[in-house]
């Protein structure tokens, strides 16, 4: 079975831009978690998305959103760039139905200048 | 809130030895624990977790961790390093609200010396 998928790898942005990263679940995976990896803060989450609302959302600013689609394929944008932002964006899929374990793409990596 | 604690950003082994990296969790409540591995540029694999049951668990790669909970720890081992264990290992534990979101130490960077 194919793991989680994220599109593009790698990205260079200028400030005040916007960005769309997608993610692919593992098939049959109903939910999607972003989450933003960087050396200064680690690893903190963004937001799941199941059955394509938003469940949950880390304490991240409004420029942060997503959406996932009715194949449970998601995306999620950043909208006025800030250098801040450049980290990677990992995607992670979870089956749902009382399973919490969560498998990760290999994230795509936001450079903003 | 919830937090994991993973002592050491870095710990150096020499090949063949035993490894052990620390994870200690804040929670009055057993919650959901995860080991996973990050390569360098690639995303996070899973390499064990303990949900309920047996507090040994083991995992890929021969790591293996055990799930105490009067010591509020889950520390991750392996017998005998190899070269290619040279990684970064998170610990994480699934958050006690209604959400499923991890909650990560903040990363141990597993050197290996030839």
């Known amino acids: 079975k194919a793991g989680v998928t994220q599109t593009p790898r790698y990205l260079i942005k200028t400030r005040g831009q916007q960005v769309t990263l997608s993610c692919s679940p593992i098939?049959?995976?109903?939910?999607v978690s972003w989450y933003q990896q960087t050396p200064g803060q680690g690893l903190q989450f963004l937001f799941e998305y199941f059955s394509e609302t938003q469940r949950n959302k880390g304490n991240f600013p409004g420029r942060f959103s997503g959406r996932q689609f009715s194949n449970s394929r998601s995306e999620m944008n950043v909208s006025t760039l800030e250098l801040g932002d450049s980290a990677l964006y990992l995607c992670a899929s979870r089956l749902a139905g009382g399973d919490e374990t969560q498998y990760f793409g290999p994230g795509t990596r936001l450079l903003v200048l | 809130a919830q937090s994991v604690t993973q002592l050491g950003s870095h710990v150096s082994v020499s090949e063949g030895a035993l490894v052990l990296l620390r994870c200690n969790y804040s929670s009055s409540v057993p919650p959901y624990l995860f080991w996973y591995v990050q390569y360098p540029n690639q995303g996070l694999q899973l390499l064990l977790k303990?949900?309920?049951?047996?507090?040994l668990v083991k995992g890929i790669n021969g790591f293996e961790a055990e799930f105490k909970k009067s010591e509020t720890s889950f520390h991750l081992t392996k017998p005998s390093a190899h070269m290619s264990d040279a990684a970064e290992y998170f610990c994480?534990?699934?958050?006690?609200?209604?959400?499923?979101?991890?909650?990560f130490g903040s990363g141990t960077r597993l050197l290996v010396r030839p």
């Open positions: 098939s049959g995976h109903r939910s």
């Open positions: 303990y949900t309920t049951g047996a507090t």
């Open positions: 994480a534990v699934s958050a006690l609200d209604s959400s499923y979101k991890l909650i």
